[in-house]
């Protein structure tokens, strides 16, 4: 299980994702890192699935010899298409269906866009076909939807979204996430920018997880850390 939440807003698209690895029954078996990037172009790629899938996404881009968010919105269905299988093939994983989210700026249209991409029919009932790409016009994106207790006990209220500050509201939302999910969100919490000219990436939020334990939700807001 994953967490992502995008956050889009005039001149900025932020980016968010926990960073447990996790089978779910054992507590967390390490910290990855669920988005790659090229921040030059730039393109952002996040996952919620196999995070490996991110990273070779962005690592075959990388070698092409077109550049672009535009010519890499054109590869990346098929990409994916290509690596899914072999990803879940190499972890001995069923073919799950994945969650990809593309996040970056369009030189043909002069914008910043964030399109989703499954790679099953889990939500073809909503139009979304497998590797299809979706372009995403609501300015805030929440994968998983925390329960209403959840968000309650996390203490988030939503603001709108010109007023949205990542380590305050972000982190209450990553943390009403991990409340709905326990054992399967945590480690700590990326924040990427992207914005015309580039991406940054920092770690705004750590929780008190421990390689190999239980999950403790309840600790979920010690521990804040800007880097």
Same mark, same amino acid.
């Given at each position: 299980m994953t967490a992502i939440n995008? +956050?889009?807003? *005039?001149?900025? +698209?932020?980016?968010?994702? !926990?960073?447990?690895? @996790? #089978?779910?029954? $054992?507590?967390?078996?390490? =910290? /990855?890192t669920k988005m790659a990037m090229l921040p030059h172009i730039p393109v952002l790629v996040a996952v919620r699935g196999h995070v490996?899938?991110?990273h070779l996404?962005?690592?075959?881009?990388?070698?092409? &010899?077109?550049?672009?968010? !535009?010519?890499?919105l054109e590869f990346l269905p098929g990409l994916a298409r290509e690596i899914t299988p072999q990803v879940c093939t190499h972890f001995g994983t069923p073919d799950i269906p994945h969650e990809v989210y593309? /996040?970056?700026? @369009?030189?043909?249209?002069?914008r910043l866009e964030s399109h989703f991409m499954a790679t099953g029919d889990v939500y073809a009932h909503r139009g979304r076909e497998a =590797?299809?790409?979706?372009?995403? !016009?609501? %300015?805030?994106?929440?994968? %998983?939807? %925390?329960?209403?207790e959840a968000i309650t006990a996390a203490r988030f209220v939503c603001p709108t979204v010109k007023?949205? $500050?990542?380590? $305050?509201?972000?982190? &209450?939302?990553? #943390?009403?996430?991990?409340?709905?999910?326990? #054992?399967? +969100?945590?480690?700590? /919490?990326?924040l990427a920018r992207v914005?015309?000219?580039? +991406?940054?990436?920092?770690?705004i939020h750590r929780w008190p997880d421990e390689i190999g334990k239980r999950l403790a939700p309840e600790? *979920?807001?010690?521990?804040?850390v800007g880097a």
């Open positions: 995008i +956050i889009q807003r *005039s001149g900025e +698209i932020l980016v968010m994702a !926990d960073g447990l690895g @996790s #089978d779910g029954r $054992d507590g967390p078996s390490r =910290y /990855v490996s899938i991110a996404i962005i690592g075959r881009f990388a070698v092409e &010899k077109t550049n672009g968010f !535009d010519a890499f593309a /996040v970056g700026f @369009s030189e043909s249209r002069g =590797y299809t790409l979706h372009l995403e !016009d609501e %300015p805030m994106a929440a994968s %998983p939807q %925390p329960s209403e007023k949205f $500050d990542a380590t $305050d509201h972000g982190v &209450k939302l990553m #943390d009403a996430q991990r409340r709905t999910y326990p #054992d399967m +969100i945590g480690g700590f /919490v990326q914005t015309r000219e580039g +991406i940054s990436s920092r770690i600790a *979920s807001l010690e521990g804040m």
